[in-house]
Nanobody, 126 residues
Framework: QVQLVESGGGLVQAGVSLRLSCAAS????????MGWFRQAPGKEREFVAA????????YYAGSVKGRFTISRDNAKNTVYLQMNSLEPEDTAVYYC???????????????????WGQGTQVTVSS
């Protein structure tokens, strides 16, 4: 059973940067494709970014491409989301997720992720 714990959220002003971390335990992290999703108040959960198990392939939502960077450190069982030039529209609870099957392809479908963290709040003020 994979357990995921996000950290790094907070209240920031527009234009600044923030880095989220997601620490994984209980599984074989280096074989899991990882993703970040977010959910704003009153909206459905949406895909943000995904990274392949080896880190060689990444995907981004159009709304964050060029501003956010997903990366991973398999030695530390941690995946990161570097968020630059934050906008008020980025305000949401950010969730880390892992695909359960080893070496699974990257995906932007939330239903294809089997394990989820509890989320970390990011609030961007204008």
């Amino acid at each position: 059973q994979v357990q995921l714990v996000e950290s790094g959220g907070g209240l920031v002003q527009a234009g600044v940067s923030l880095r989220l971390s997601c620490a994984a335990s209980g599984g074989t992290f280096s074989r899991n494709t990882m993703g970040w999703f977010r959910q704003a108040p009153g909206k459905e959960r949406e895909f943000v970014a995904a990274i392949s198990w080896k880190g060689g392939t990444t995907y981004y939502a159009g709304s964050v491409k060029g501003r956010f960077t997903i990366s991973r450190d398999n030695a530390k069982n941690t995946v990161y989301l570097q968020m630059n030039s934050l906008e008020p529209e980025d305000t949401a609870v950010y969730y880390c997720a892992a695909r359960g099957s080893a070496y699974a392809s990257t995906s932007y479908y939330s239903h294809e992720y089997d394990y989820w963290g509890q989320g970390t709040q990011v609030t961007v003020s204008s």
